[in-house]
């Protein structure tokens, strides 16, 4: 290898991605150990690992505990992708609370295949560190814990939250910071601040069922934007309808819309803020996923870029690390006090105990170790999902290629019923998230949502491999 025109452990990871394009090494294969690259190539044993280090945190390569490093598993992007929404001519009156809460039932049911609800398995989380910390701040702390935080949040824990907004490139205070009951109740705050019952609010089509639930409890209608499987919202249907229609705010995924991946680019991002600046709509985004990327470097929020002035971010750690503990957060700028005086008259506060564990872990260095670890996971469980849709479900199957996150977004043919095979999958013990759910107007019945957030076992892979038998017998008929 040449030594003189980087470092040897770069130049290493070069030689072996350059193999895995040229087919020399396949998803899935098995490279010679460290030890051994150390000697093929007369470097140290720490150089070697350096290169196979990188092209983990890279998603090129898969490390096994006590089995060594794999070639990722390739996405072979067979199947297309799903179809951009039809816009819309109107705002639709949300009802699907009924829906919603059949899904979660089943979703919780721990004796089914888990591909319905959008929550990491608890195996893959850093549950022990934090109980640790929690046990840690009972026994030395209790009786102080014991007793109402103050209303913003507990002060370390905002003091770490606004450190890391440095790292996506936005300036926040502590004080700037509100904690609460996960993101729902960050996005339930965001959208009474800035809207009343019967007002319009922009969305995403497909959009989180959970924000469809929040806006049909409070009385709000929503009217759905096309969205790119890939590329997000259309810019323009966004602009079209503000020059029409009275619409009281947007909601946006800041990034990996849920259910579909998709991620808007940054000059997108600039173009939709500029549209909404000039009708004075204000931006609500939901930033649960932007910690689970897979590309080199974690995209910027709305809040972050130029014209985010009228932006209220809102997050949690619900989806990266601990969804028990029921901890997000909201940065609402300009409608601040608003926000606080619903979070008094909704909840008050949170509890204290969780809040001082989590802050003490994310001041360990430990999240970003751990962040780095399910990006791998996920990103490796999604190609085999796809893998296992490919060769299993029908050909005109389409499937997303999220670019974070954890679930993928099937489309089938338009006369396929996806109720019909969420009653069939039940049968067989496999839960999964049909498509009517994610739209106000009940649409995308041929569609349906798999998470990809539990370890990848023989239970999961046959379980999609089911459903795919049972889509084609439906076609079939």
């Known amino acids: 290898m040449d030594t003189h025109t980087s470092y040897r452990y770069e130049q290493l990871a070069d030689l072996i991605v350059g193999m895995i394009d040229k087919g020399a090494l396949a998803p899935g294969a098995r490279l010679p150990s460290v030890r051994a690259v150390s000697e093929q190539h007369s470097i140290s044993i720490s150089t070697a690992l350096q290169a196979y280090r990188l092209l983990e945190d890279r998603g090129v390569l898969v490390a096994r505990p006590q089995s060594g490093f794999y070639v990722a598993a390739a996405r072979r992007g067979a199947l297309a992708l799903p179809s951009t929404a039809r816009p819309r001519t109107k705002a639709s009156t949300v009802s699907i609370s ?6 979660l039932e089943h979703a ?67 004080d700037d910071v509100l904690i609460t009951a996960g993101c729902t109740e960050a996005l339930t705050l965001a959208l009474t601040a800035v809207a009343q019952r019967g007002d319009t609010i922009a969305i995403e089509s497909p959009t989180y069922v959970g924000l469809l639930h929040t806006l049909e409890v409070l009385g709000l209608k929503a009217f759905e934007l096309p969205t790119n499987p890939t590329r997000g919202i259309e810019v323009g249907a966004l602009e079209r309808l503000l020059e029409t229609e009275p619409v009281a705010a947007c909601v946006l995924s800041s990034c990996f819309n849920n259910p579909l991946g998709s991620a808007m680019a940054e000059a997108d991002k600039r173009a939709l803020l500029a549209v909404l600046a000039r009708h ?52 609402a700028g300009a409608y601040a006090q608003q926000v606080m005086e619903r979070k008094l008259a909704f909840s008050l506060c949170g509890p204290a105990l969780p809040q001082v564990a989590l802050a003490d872990f994310l001041a360990s260095g430990t999240y970003d170790t751990h962040l780095r670890s399910i990006r791998r996971i996920f990103e490796d469980n999604l190609a085999r999902m796809t893998c296992a849709i490919e060769a299993s479900f029908p050909p005109e199957t389409k499937v997303s290629r999220p670019a974070g996150g954890f679930v993928l977004w099937l489309e089938l043919p338009r006369r396929f019923d996806s109720r019909e095979l969420f009653d069939q999958a039940l049968e067989h013990g496999i839960c999964f998230a049909p498509g009517d759910v994610f739209s106000a107007g009940r649409r995308f019945r041929n569609c349906l949502r798999l998470s990809a957030g539990h370890l990848w076992s023989k239970q999961v892979e046959d379980g999609i491999r089911q459903l795919g038998r049972l889509a084609k017998e439906m076609l079939a008929r």
């Not at 009924?98 to 899904?103: H, K, M, N, P, Y």
């Not at 398995?121 to 009786?143: E, I, N, P, V």
């Not at 689970?292 to 209220?312: C, H, S, W």
Request: charged residues 20%.
């Open 98 to 103: 009924g829906a919603v809460a059949a899904l």
């Open 108 to 174: 919780s049911n721990s004796k089914l295949v888990p591909l319905g609800c959008a929550v990491p398995d608890a195996a893959l989380l850093q549950s022990k560190r934090l109980d640790l910390a929690l046990a840690r701040a009972a026994r030395q702390h209790g009786t102080r814990y014991n007793a109402y935080c103050p209303a913003q949040g507990e002060p370390g824990l905002r003091r770490e939250i606004a450190k890391r907004a440095m790292r996506i490139g936005h300036a926040l205070s502590p």
């Open 280 to 331: 004075a709509v204000p931006l609500i985004e939901d930033d649960v996923y932007g910690d689970i990327y897979f590309g080199r470097e974690r995209p910027k929020p709305f809040i972050a870029l130029d014209g985010g002035a009228n932006t209220i971010y809102c997050s949690s750690f619900s989806k990266s690390l601990a969804p028990g503990y029921r901890i997000g957060w909201i940065a």
